[in-house]
């Protein structure tokens, strides 16, 4: 250890000791943090989306919405990593609201070109506790002239734990405006299914980590099915996330999934490029 060896900084509970080397990561990430509030007001993020298909038909069915921030200086930064600062620090509603309305643009500009196509806006946790979102959403619905069944949203099972009665509410409230809500990673968290059935919400999107390796020597396909099985039972639609190969597909074919999305069909594009990938993928199979 050199003379720039261990300090101790007070933390919010206390002490948190830091190396030199965790000290330089935590002024990365509250520099990255404020060059993120710039970067929304510069215009920095784009809107990516990628690919969902039914799996019976192999028709395309919609997109999910996927936030990139491309910085003028250090390139494509990790949608991870920003996302995860952004949720720590409690800043991410700017974030969501400039993610709503490219996504509202995007659909629109989509229906004005013929194509309709669903576009799935992720939340977080703090989106559940903002008590203007709903009003927000429903105000965009009204001046985009979108209609209900084309935005839909994703959440994970954590963001109903920190306070279950707001997120609730507001689950419900969105769920009054028509639109269809997935949980995503599921799986990775502790709900039971019979829990979550009770919740206003349409379909399940398996995390990747079980669908990727399916077809691999482990449990996965176990997880994978009766998941699929044991969500039909209860109503909800399927969705497999990280379908990375041919033979996964054809597993979850097999099994009854109604969706794919994964790398196998396609990565996330720049939203402007989907138009024109869209065109492609009906034409090959036709
Ligand atoms: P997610 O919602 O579970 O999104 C799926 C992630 O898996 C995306 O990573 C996508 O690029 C990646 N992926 C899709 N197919 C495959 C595959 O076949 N193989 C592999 N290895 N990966 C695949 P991405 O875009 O880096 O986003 C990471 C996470 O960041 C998302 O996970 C979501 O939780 C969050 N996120 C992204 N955009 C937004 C946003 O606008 N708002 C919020 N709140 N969170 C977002
Ligand atoms: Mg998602
Ligand atoms: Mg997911
Ligand atoms: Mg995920």
């Known amino acids: 250890a050199s003379a720039a060896m261990d300090q101790v900084r007070p933390g919010r509970s206390g002490y948190a000791i830091y190396t030199a080397g965790q000290e330089q990561e935590s002024t990365r990430r509250l520099a990255l943090l404020g060059d993120l509030n710039r970067a929304i007001k510069d215009n920095e993020l784009r809107l990516y989306c990628q690919p969902k298909v039914d799996i019976p ?10 936030v990139r921030w491309i910085h003028p200086r250090h390139g494509m930064i990790s949608t991870t990593e920003f996302i995860q600062l952004a949720e720590q620090a409690g800043t991410i509603t700017p974030l969501t609201n400039w993610m709503l309305e490219a996504a509202f643009s ?13 576009l799935a806006v992720n939340l977080s946790a703090h989106d559940l506790y903002d008590q203007g979102l709903v009003d927000r959403v429903r105000g ?19 963001t109903l734990m920190a306070d279950p009665d707001i997120a609730l509410a507001t689950l419900f409230n969105l769920k009054n405006l028509d639109v269809q809500l997935f ?7 502790y709900s039971s299914l019979s829990y979550l059935r009770a919740l206003p919400v349409d379909a399940l999107k398996i995390d990747r980590s079980f669908v990727t390796p399916m077809t691999a ?16 039972n209860l109503d909800l639609k399927i ?4 379908v990375e190969s041919q033979d996964v597909w054809e597993q979850l074919a097999a099994a009854g999934c109604d969706v ?10 720049p939203a402007d490029e989907f138009l024109a990938w869209d065109a492609g993928w009906r034409r090959a199979k036709a």
């Open 106 to 118: 995007q659909c629109h500009a989509w229906h004005e070109a013929g194509l309709e196509r669903a």
């Open 239 to 242: 969705v497999a996330e990280g």
């Open 260 to 269: 794919a999305q994964g790398f196998l069909i396609s990565r996330p594009m």
């Open 57 to 66: 038909s192999g028709s395309v069915c919609g997109a999910e919405a996927l």
């Open 140 to 158: 965009m619905f009204s001046t985009w002239g979108v209609g209900p069944e084309l935005i839909q949203f994703e959440l994970t099972e954590g």
């Open 217 to 232: 020597k482990d449990n996965s396909a176990v997880i994978v099915n009766s998941t699929i099985e044991l969500g039909h």
């Open 183 to 189: 949980i995503d990673d599921y799986g990775t968290g």
